[in-house]
């Protein structure tokens, strides 16, 4: 995976319209500079901006800095960067704008249907409202459910079926990726900010800096007199005097969009040198008895630990660079394989547990090449295909792929992944030294070359074991240590426990319902000793989640915490189909009545807004996020019971 998987822990859904999740926005506007005060309030009708209608704006009319967010409604990093983009739009107000464009990747397969939907709401002055509704079920992206959401939004869904169908929209968003990816925005979040190019889900402060020095280049291309779009032309070329024009030609006038750049960058001319942050050793277990290893343990002088997801596209092009490096240095290099499946890919998981399956029949690096090679069809059928083909014995090969020792054994992987910071996939750790990414064959040969020189005549298992002797581990729960008056909160467990888990969540939100299993089922492992509390955090694009905390909040006051517990149970079960008449349904379930719930809803506001400000102080940017004793917690392999049972573990024993 690219530099944006770092971004892989926790989740929130994402809203251009800035009505997105996370961070708290400042109250106060930002102070105007003097040259704002004589700014001219409007365009002048021969100045307008040439941003096409076709294209979604949301932001200020006469905005000085530009935003172009290249998107994909079905990309997970997407979702994320809503707290960032709402506190932008906090921060600067109507000096910003950003413009919508698509770039559905193509391992991404509902994601062009879904940017069609909302280009066919956008037909109807419904654009937001659609992408909304899209991002917040990213899980399920039908063209079942692209009609019903016409309908709950009062679309005209005769028309906006037959938008669905123009020709027009599958072009301009063709149009639209074919632009980002020759200005060499490939992947996805992407944003032209007055020009320059921002990659991935950055942070605000990421955000802030582009911005800010935008607004400086504006903001002199105004005071010089101009306005529209000769404000934007000039500002775009201040920043990026090779790309800017280009930028407004290809996105807003239709000018003809030149080759994308080559996939492959030119060789370097001088040697190539490790990132600094290479040099740090990081203590990676290698099992020879156990583990999947491509070479020879005992001649081997360089070990290569790869963490892999063969529904990656990312790793199948690391995939390719490690097999050229095995041919470049033979056997002075081993490779190990560490199964990393993440969450959003849907048939990573079920790829993995057929090629260990295929392992135990000694042919895992021939299952492993035709995962990669098939990253696209990887499916049941083809499982049992591809083991035919190599002459395993079918019988057993099911039987191993659904054998729980084999689900133990990816969650052992991705539990060691956590421990050295491994998030995202491709990861690649050369003697310890961790690069991140699908990186060029040059980078891995600068590695394994000072790793030669430095190992003289040492191999084999033993050095490799010296040298990760006192290798980093990293640490999952920050150093921060938030104090959190949880006071009128439903909790599980001891009041007074030692170790307590605050977990921020929303009822509508995809990821949290995710989070919620592993919570409960550490409040049941440690029942008399660990304190969980749930801290209401509804987002304010997803428009059931605060009526969904009122009803839970009401169960919590009418019955204690095992009464709100059941009802947080089917809300989340329910997640995927909560509207108002979902969540009465509910409501009378457990015999109480909406009417009530409405009446009380002031209190509850009043409750769920504590927790809420409790959360912005700690710097909490979305959903779910889980503190632990006051830190926040941020688990390498994502939130599992056995991550969460490791940290406390730790905590009880005081090691952390």
């Not at 083909?389 to 729980?404: I, Q, S, T, V």
């Not at 379930?589 to 809803?601: L, P, Q, R």
Request: some cysteine; aromatic content about 10%; glycine content about 6%.
């Amino acid at each position: 995976m690219n530099k944006i998987s770092k971004s892989l822990a926790a989740a929130a859904v994402l809203s251009l319209a800035f009505s997105g999740c996370g961070d708290k926005a400042k109250k106060e506007a930002p102070k105007k500079d003097k040259a704002a005060k004589t700014a001219p309030k409007a365009v002048p009708a021969a100045a307008k901006s040439v941003i096409p209608a076709t294209m979604p704006v949301t932001g200020g009319k006469d905005a000085l800095v530009t935003i172009i967010e290249i998107s994909d409604f079905q990309c997970p990093f997407c979702s994320r960067v809503g707290p960032t983009l709402k506190k932008i739009k906090a921060t600067y107000k109507d000096q910003v704008r950003v413009v919508w464009a698509n770039n559905p990747l193509s391992f991404h397969n509902r994601a062009k249907p879904a940017a069609l939907a909302a280009l066919a709401a956008h037909q109807q002055g419904k654009f937001w409202e659609m992408h909304d509704k899209l991002f917040a079920n990213q899980r399920a992206l039908t063209d079942e459910n692209f009609k019903k959401w016409a309908g709950e939004l009062k679309l005209d869904v005769a028309k906006f079926e037959a938008a669905l169908k123009d020709p027009k929209l599958s072009a301009q968003i063709d149009r639209e990726q074919k632009a980002a990816n020759a200005l060499g925005a490939r992947g996805t979040p992407g944003f032209f900010i007055n020009g320059k190019l921002l990659s991935g889900a950055q942070p605000f402060e990421a955000f802030k800096k582009e911005v800010d020095s935008a607004l400086e280049s504006a903001k002199k291309a105004r005071d010089a007199g101009k306005t529209g779009e000769a404000l934007m032309v000039e500002a775009f070329k201040a920043r990026d005097a090779s790309n800017g024009p280009k930028i407004i030609g290809y996105f807003f006038k239709g000018e003809k969009i030149a080759a994308a750049p080559q996939q492959r960058p030119q060789a370097p001319k001088g040697p190539v040198k490790p990132p600094k942050d290479s040099y740090t050793i990081w203590k990676v277990p290698v099992d020879v008895k156990n583990d999947v290893i491509l070479g020879d343990s005992d001649k081997a002088q360089v070990t290569i630990v790869e963490f892999s997801d063969f529904e990656c596209p990312f790793c199948s092009r690391g995939k390719n660079t490690v097999d050229e490096v095995k041919k470049a240095y033979g056997d002075k290099v081993r490779v190990v394989f560490k199964h990393h499946p993440l969450p959003f890919h849907r048939n990573a998981k079920p790829a993995h547990y057929a090629s260990i399956a295929a392992g135990k029949q000694g042919k895992f690096w021939e299952f492993h090449d035709k995962a990669f090679a098939n990253a696209r069809a990887l499916n049941d059928a083809n499982f049992t295909a591809w083991a035919k083909e190599l002459g395993l014995d079918l019988a057993k090969f099911d039987k191993d792929r659904k054998d729980k020792a084999t689900a133990a054994q990816v969650v052992k992987d991705m539990e060691m992944a956590g421990t050295v910071a491994v998030r995202g996939t491709p990861n690649f750790v050369i003697n310890g030294r961790k690069i991140v990414g699908a990186q060029p064959l040059a980078m891995f040969k600068a590695i394994i070359d000072e790793e030669l020189k430095k190992a003289g005549e040492k191999k084999g298992q033993a050095y490799y074991e010296e040298i990760i002797a006192k290798g980093k581990v990293f640490s999952e729960l920050d150093s921060k240590v938030n104090q959190f008056d949880v006071s009128g909160l439903p909790f599980k467990g001891p009041k007074n426990a030692k170790v307590t888990i605050i977990e921020f969540s929303d009822f509508q939100c995809p990821y949290c319902s995710r989070v919620a299993a592993p919570v409960a089922e550490v409040a049941k492992r440690y029942k008399d000793k660990v304190k969980v509390v749930f801290a209401h955090y509804p987002l304010s694009f997803h428009k059931q989640a605060r009526p969904a905390s009122w009803l839970a909040q009401h169960a919590f006051e009418k019955g204690g915490s095992d009464a709100f517990f059941k009802v947080h149970d089917k809300l989340f079960a329910v997640q995927r189909q909560l509207s108002p008449e979902k969540i009465a349904e509910v409501a009378k379930e457990f015999g109480y009545d909406m009417k009530d719930v409405e009446a009380n809803k002031a209190k509850y506001d009043a409750i769920i807004s504590k927790a809420m400000a409790m959360g912005n102080k700690a710097g909490l940017r979305g959903t779910p996020t889980v503190y632990i004793n006051g830190r926040k917690y941020e688990p390498g392999a994502g939130y599992t019971p056995a991550a969460f049972s490791k940290t406390i573990d730790k905590l009880m024993a005081g090691k952390l």
